[in-house]
């Protein structure tokens, strides 16, 4: 089992900057994969970014590319999302995802991927 705990969520100005932690606990060393989902009101939830924890390789929703950086720190067992330049449309819950192995698939983008989920974290950006 890994337990997910985010923090970093709040109220910011639509331009301003936040960043988002996860730590992941448990049997961390077995993950393969985490990402960062969102969900807005009335809306389904929809996948942000990912970061594979061997190698780095990221990926991201068109909508926060050049504004969003996802990292990991390995020693930490933590993910970050960097979320700059921040618009009012992107206000939603957050939640942070990982996998563990193995993985067919290199880059996870599907909630179904995902095996295990952070509380959520509330991010509202005012216009």
């Known amino acids: 089992q890994v337990q997910l705990i985010e923090s970093g969520g709040g109220l910011v100005q639509a331009g301003g900057s936040l960043r988002l932690s996860c730590a992941a606990s448990?049997?961390?060393?077995?993950?393969?994969?985490m990402g960062w989902f969102r969900q807005a009101p009335g809306k389904e939830r929809e996948f942000v970014a990912t970061?594979?924890?061997?190698?780095?390789?990221?990926d991201y929703t068109d909508s926060v590319k050049g504004r969003f950086t996802i990292s990991r720190d390995n020693a930490k067992n933590t993910v970050y999302l960097q979320m700059n330049s921040l618009k009012p449309e992107d206000t939603a819950v957050y939640y942070c995802?990982?996998?563990?192995?193995?993985?067919?698939?290199?880059?996870?983008?599907?909630?179904?991927?995902?095996?295990?989920w952070g509380q959520g974290t509330q991010v509202t950006v005012s216009s």
């Open positions: 995802a990982a996998r563990s192995w193995p993985s067919t698939t290199t880059i996870l983008t599907g909630a179904a991927q995902y095996h295990y």
């Open positions: 448990g049997r961390a060393f077995g993950i393969y994969a």
């Open positions: 970061v594979v924890w061997s190698g780095g390789n990221t």
